[in-house]
């Protein structure tokens, strides 16, 4: 079910955040609609930082934009550790940001691989959410 977020929908939250993230220079940044494997979330937004200042920066930055956006509580506090992945929960939307290592271990990609792509670096208008992730495909 899709949440409404203000005037934004999830796969329209989530379309949001990617581009933003692009824009801070993140690399192999998509969203994904999983709302139909998922009961507890509509869609994830994966993205990678080179280091983990950058992860940091990341975070700060995208929870300001989420905040801007209506989509997180000004009370949201999310600490970081040095796990080298940072969880930004808003409900129907989950951020994952991460470090090249522990996106690679964990491979959501693969374990969502029936996931409807919703944005996807590199993408042209008319191409988001007409493929799936391709099942062989490395994060």
Not at 57 to 68: S, Y
Not at 91 to 119: C, K, N, P
Request: hydrophobic share 40%.
């Amino acid at each position: 079910m899709e949440e409404q977020y203000g005037l934004l929908d999830s796969s329209s939250a989530a379309r949001e955040v990617a581009r933003f993230l692009d824009e801070l220079g993140a690399t192999d940044v998509i969203a994904l609609d999983i709302s139909s494997q998922s009961a507890f979330t509509d869609a994830f937004v994966i993205a990678e930082a080179n280091s983990r200042g950058q992860l940091q920066g990341f975070q700060r930055q995208v929870e300001e934009r989420l905040f801007e956006l209506g989509l997180l509580a000004s009370n949201h506090r999310k600490r970081g550790d040095e796990s080298g992945w940072y969880l930004i929960d808003c409900g129907s939307v989950i951020v994952h940001l991460m470090l090249q290592e522990q996106r690679e271990f964990y491979g959501l990609e693969r374990l969502w691989y029936d996931a409807t792509v919703l944005w996807k670096e590199g993408n042209t208008p008319g191409q988001e959410g007409e493929k799936k992730i391709d099942q062989g495909a490395e994060a």
